[in-house]
Structure formats: structure tokens, C-alpha cells
Nanobody, 128 residues
């Protein structure tokens, strides 16, 4: 049974940084597009970033471009989201997810319906 587990969330002051990790078991993340999503209270789930399988092309939401970086460590079967210059609007539960097969080389999507396995989420709170 495939499982994704996020970690690394927490409370950070505005302007601070956090790195989220997504650990996989039961599936090889390099064979899938992997996305990070977030959901704030009262808001819809939003695609933050994604990385395509194998080739590793990346996409970012406009709201995080230049501040967030997605990466993958194939040897550890993990995907990371480095978040810099965090702002209160970044406060949300962050989820990682793997895309539904088949793998589309060089392509990843930032819509939740494209993803089949989800982690349980990790809370990120930016507040002074």
C-alpha cells in the first residue's frame, strides 16, 4: 500500500524559512509527478508546486515563485519543498501527493484531481 508522509511544518515568523519533506513507501516517487498543495481554513486546496517524474521539470504557483523550491532526492525516495520569505498568507496545511499514472515525461499538474495518493498533511503557520 502506497503511503506518503509529510514532515517539517511548524511555526515561523514572517520572513522565515521552512523545508517540508515528503517521504514515500510502497511507490518510487521518481516514477510519478509529485505535487505540493496547501489548504488554508475556509479556502480551497491550492496547488503550490509540482515536479515531473524522472525528468524533474518543475512548476510553481505565481504566489510562491521565487520563494519556494521543489526538489527530489531519488536515493532517499523523498521530495522536498524549501520555503523562504514566508508570509502570513502562506499559513495552511501542506500536503504532498503523487500523480495518477501513466507518467507523462516532463509534465506535472497543479490540480488536485490529477493526484491519487496523498499524505496526511503538515501544518505551516507564519505569524509574529
Amino acid at each position: 500500500q502506497a503511503q506518503l508522509v509529510e514532515s517539517g511544518g511548524g511555526l515561523v515568523q514572517p520572513g522565515g524559512s521552512l523545508t517540508l519533506s515528503c517521504a514515500a513507501s510502497g511507490l518510487t516517487l521518481d516514477n510519478y509527478g509529485v505535487g505540493w498543495f496547501r489548504q488554508a481554513p475556509g479556502k480551497e486546496r491550492e496547488g503550490v508546486s509540482c515536479i515531473s517524474g524522472m525528468i524533474g521539470n518543475t512548476k510553481y504557483a505565481d504566489s510562491v515563485k521565487g520563494r519556494f523550491t521543489i526538489s527530489r532526492d531519488k536515493s532517499k525516495n523523498m521530495v522536498y519543498l524549501q520555503m523562504n520569505s514566508l508570509q502570513p498568507d502562506d499559513t495552511a496545511i501542506y500536503y504532498c501527493a503523487s500523480e495518477r499514472p501513466p507518467l507523462q515525461l516532463g509534465v506535472c499538474h497543479q490540480i488536485a484531481s490529477a493526484y491519487s495518493f496523498w499524505g496526511q498533511g503538515t501544518q505551516v503557520t507564519t505569524s509574529s
